[in-house]
């Protein structure tokens, strides 16, 4: 399908954010990598994880000339090992965490019929466990630096009872849970957790897959506002969040669906 032509976002600027070490899961395609792009533009110093290598790479050599360079570490977070590894050697390399970007997820459709013991198991690992476990790992460093701000991603489309996703759904919807269970746990120690729900925005993976013409008209006319909600749209919500304007939000959830009831 066409694309239409965007008016690209010009980022607002938080000088809090400058050399913040903020680590971003999923920050290889998609939405992750317009999140390191927004942070390596603010200046923060940033570690992605993914296992997309090829994306990973490309996306860390364009970003090679930004203040603090973006460093790739490839982490296949279901593999809680390996996750725990990943994150025992940012700190030993950055000294602690400021930030967490907990983004990675995969909403591949599935019908229920088609639902076995081990695909459930592998969705909850892919869409929801990781982000309990690299929170936990980022609240040790947190706590012993005074504070630091996680940041959960979840999903419209469980508001909206979107169609073979129950899956994925189940996570989502966990995750906005997890959040507020954790902004309450972790207040004391001046660490803010919050969750940020994106709608239908326009990534490559979506268009190429879902995003189709027809598809496109109903998310449009479910909306409020008549424009797709771009990466650009959830980085720039994800930079308020994470920066000292945003000291007294905690343990809500923070929509950038364009006003999405569905159609």
Not at 57 to 69: E, P, R, V, Y
Request: with cysteine.
């Amino acid at each position: 399908m066409a694309e239409q032509a965007v008016q690209p976002l010009v980022y607002a600027t938080y000088p809090d954010l400058r050399d913040k070490r903020v680590v971003i899961t999923g920050g290889g395609t998609g939405i992750g990598s317009e999140l390191v792009t927004a942070f390596a533009g603010q200046g923060a110093r940033v570690w992605f994880l993914d296992i997309a290598d090829e994306a990973s790479h490309k996306l860390a050599d364009a970003l090679s000339g930004s203040a603090h360079a973006p460093q790739y570490r490839r982490c296949d977070l279901t593999d809680l090992n390996a996750l725990a590894a990943a994150f025992a050697a940012i700190d030993q390399e950055a000294g602690g965490i400021d930030v967490l970007l907990n983004n990675a997820a995969n909403d591949d459709r599935h019908e229920i019929d088609d639902v076995t013991p081990a695909y459930y198991e592998n969705r909850m690992a892919v869409n929801l466990r990781h982000q309990f476990f690299c929170a936990q790992a980022a609240v040790r460093m947190m706590r012993k630096q005074g504070g630091g701000v996680i940041l959960n991603f979840g999903s419209i489309s469980w508001h909206l009872a979107s169609s073979q996703l129950s899956l994925y759904m189940t996570a989502k919807a966990a995750i906005e849970g997890l959040s507020r269970g954790m902004a309450r746990d972790l207040g004391a120690d001046n660490i803010r957790v919050n969750a940020v729900i994106p709608g239908a925005v326009r990534t490559p993976r979506q268009q190429a897959l879902w995003h189709t013409p027809e598809e496109e008209a109903r998310i449009l006319s479910g909306q409020c506002l008549r424009e797709r909600v771009e990466m650009q749209d959830v980085a720039a919500l994800t930079l308020f969040l994470a920066s000292d304007n945003a000291r007294r939000c905690s343990g809500r959830e923070y929509f950038v669906d364009a006003g999405w009831y569905g159609a």
